[in-house]
């Protein structure tokens, strides 16, 4: 069974810095491309961020470039997302994706608040 879990989402202020996990399982983690994708209140989905299975290429939003970080642990089966430099426009669900969307997590919600 895939399951994709995420955590480290919470309150935080402007400016402040946050880093979101995801442990997967029931797949082959390193054979597979991950994403963290977002959704604002009230907004459609947005793609944040990619990296590669192997973690040599990663691939960013432009307004998220320079602030973000994705990462990935491969001998943990575990990806990562390094939130810098938050704003309120980055208030969101964030969800965790295997590959294009074969599969999700049930998301951490991000909120960037004074």
């Known amino acids: 069974q895939v399951q994709l879990v995420e955590s480290g989402g919470g309150l935080v202020q402007p400016g402040g810095s946050l880093r979101l996990s995801c442990a997967v399982s029931g797949f082959t983690f390193n054979k597979n491309d991950m994403s963290w994708v977002r959704q604002a209140p009230g907004k459609g989905l947005e793609w944040v961020a990619s990296i590669r299975y192997d973690g040599t290429e990663t691939a960013y939003l432009d307004i998220v470039k320079g602030r973000f970080t994705i990462s990935r642990d491969n001998a943990k089966d575990m990806t990562f997302l390094q939130l810098n430099n938050l704003n309120p426009d980055d208030t969101a669900l964030y969800y965790c994706?295997?590959?294009?969307?074969?599969?999700w997590g049930q998301g951490t919600q991000v909120t960037v608040s004074s």
């Open positions: 994706v295997r590959g294009a969307s074969a599969s």
